[in-house]
């Protein structure tokens, strides 16, 4: 009896024995062996374990919420800086200079003053991606509704300053007697309000705010509105290219008449049908990618394709300045006289054609 009792306990030793060196063998950093004990709310290591090891992960999530700002969305932030800083020279030469009161100045100040929100909307659009939490249904319609009113006033302008010139030439007589300053405000008015309806759409319920498989390549515009709008840009481009191909045989026509009599002004109808031209070719190449873009393209599109579209279409604001109102003589003096106090000889007897608004 007591042999058998002795050699149960050596039995029980000896397999204890092997249990704690099968058991001490393993890692005592195992993350099952970790886990099995932060489980039981009973140990009092525990906690301890647990605060020990939330430090070593709070900095790996940390690093993962930072978002990487995009080389695409630093370029559009410099482009609407340097847009945001030509316009608002341009309003300031037209607001402080008495005789650009013309009605012709009133279409140059409403494109100016489009073209400089749109410059605001493409800084402010960088500062809610990065700065701000887009995901606030309120931050990304103002940014949205921004940039569509802006945009589509500087369009809605530009088409405004073409009729100008064509009813400069085609009514060249009674030009000056039948249109009224009243008239360009009523003008300048009706495009302002249309442009803040398109605007006010999304905010209305004409976003992919719910429904992300219907948004467009410009998110949260629907994929049909984008095509609306691009269809509509795209009437408006057919509309000047006919006004223009109309400037151009009246332009011609007239130079033939008086090519005999003053010759100067044949070579000036000539350059002023090339600067024409070469306006149209502009706005064409800057605007015409992106509105056939948004026609064929949606949401699962690689964004880099919308980046390639929208830079170009927002340089054409950059241009803008240049074309219809740093080329024009009277703006030219004033800038002269604001920055030098003297005006250059040559801006004085250059003569004006309908080409210089």
Same mark, same amino acid.
């Given at each position: ?55 070593? @992960?709070? *900095? %790996? ?8 700002? !995009?080389?695409?969305? /630093?370029?559009?932030? $410099? +482009? ?119 605007? @006010?759409? *999304? %905010? ?8 992300? !498989?219907?948004?467009? /390549?410009?998110?949260? $515009? +629907? ?135």
């Amino acid at each position: 009896m007591v042999l058998s009792l002795a050699a149960a306990a050596a039995a029980m030793s000896s397999g204890g024995g092997n249990g704690f060196n099968s058991s001490s063998s393993l890692d005592p950093f195992d993350s099952s062996m970790s886990w099995s004990v932060s489980e039981d709310p009973s140990n009092s290591s525990s906690e301890s374990f647990l605060r020990t090891l939330s430090p070593d @992960l709070q *900095p %790996a999530t940390t690093a993962g919420v930072v978002q990487e700002v !995009s080389p695409w969305d /630093i370029a559009l932030c $410099v +482009t609407g800086t340097l847009i945001s800083c030509e316009n608002a020279l341009v309003i300031a030469v037209l607001f402080y200079t008495p005789t650009l009161r013309a009605p012709m100045f009133i279409l140059i100040g409403s494109l100016a003053v489009s073209d400089l929100l749109a410059g605001l909307g493409l800084i402010l659009n960088f500062v809610f991606t990065y700065l701000i939490d887009k995901s606030v249904e309120f931050v990304t319609l103002l940014s949205v509704g921004l940039l569509i009113s802006a945009f589509s006033a500087s369009v809605f302008n530009i088409l405004a300053i073409t009729v100008d010139r064509y009813l400069s030439l085609y009514n060249a007589l009674t030009y000056h007697t039948e249109r009224t300053v009243t008239f360009t405000y009523m003008m300048v008015v009706f495009i302002w309000v249309t442009c803040f309806t398109l605007g @006010l759409l *999304p %905010a209305l319920g004409w976003n992919c705010l719910k429904d992300s !498989s219907t948004c467009s /390549i410009c998110r949260p $515009v +629907t994929k049909n509105n984008a095509v609306v709008l691009a269809v509509t840009f795209l009437l408006v481009f057919a509309l000047m290219m006919q006004l223009y191909l109309q400037i151009c045989k009246i332009a011609f026509r007239h130079a033939q008449q008086i090519a005999v009599q003053h010759q100067f002004m044949a070579i000036s109808t000539t350059k002023g049908v090339s600067t024409l031209s070469a306006i149209l070719c502009a706005f064409g190449t800057c605007w015409l990618p992106f509105a056939l873009y948004s026609i064929v393209a949606d949401s699962s599109y690689p964004v880099i394709y919308t980046y390639a579209t929208v830079l170009p279409a927002t340089c054409c604001s950059v241009i803008n300045p240049v074309i219809y109102a740093f080329r024009n003589p009277d703006i030219q003096k004033s800038l002269w006289m604001a920055c030098c106090g003297c005006v250059p000889s040559n801006l004085s007897l250059r003569p004006r054609t309908s080409s210089d608004v």
